[in-house]
C-alpha cells in the first residue's frame, strides 16, 4: 500500500481533511483501516478527533479498536482525552468490546476517564463491563482517582467495587476521602452500611477528622 513519507496512506490522509467521500471510497476499495503511520497510529485514531462518521465507518468495516499508538494508547484512550464528546465516544464504541490495554502511564481507558474528570464517560464504560479493579502501577484503584479528582464514582459503587484496597503506600480510598474532605466519604459510608461491610474508621482516622 502506498504511503508518504510519515507511512501515511492515503486513507488517513481523506481522513484527517475530513473527505467523507475519499475515506468511503478508499474503504469500499478495500484500504486497510488498521494500517499505522510512523506514530503506529491508525486511520480509526485520526478519526475519533475529526468525525464520529469516519469513526464509525471505519468500525464497521474492520478497524481494531484495540490497537496501540507509540504511547501505547488506543483509540478509546484518545477519545477521553477530547474535550467534552460523550455522544461522539459512545456512539462509536457502543459495540466495541472494552479494552484494558495500558498506556505510557499505566492507565486503562476507564482510569484515564476517571482522572480527565469525563463523568459521562466513566458511565458509559463502567456499563460497558470495564473492569473497575484495575490498578496503576502505584497500586492506585479507580475509586482512588475518583477520590483524588472528585470524580464522580456513583457509578463504581453501583458496581459493587472493592473499597478496601491498598496503594504503594498503604492507603485506602477511604483514607484518601478523610484526608482529602471530599463528600465521596459519606458516600462510602453509606455503602458499608448497606452492604453490612466491616468499618474500616481506625482510630487514626478518627484523629484525622478532629483535625479536618
Known sequence: MNSDKMNRTALHLACVNGRSAGVTLLLERKNLPNFCDHEKRTVLMKAVNVKQEFATILLEHGAHPNVTNVSSSTALHL??????????????????????ARNKDDLTPLLLTISERKQQMVEFLVKKAANTHMVDKMKITALMLAVNYESNAVSLFQQGIYIFSQDVFGWTAEECAVVSGVMIHQLMTDYKEKRHLPKIATQWIRMLRKTL
Open 79 to 100: 477519545c477521553c482525552l477530547l474535550p467534552e464528546m460523550y455522544h461522539l465516544q459512545q456512539s462509536c464504541f457502543h459495540t466495541t468490546p472494552i479494552t484494558e
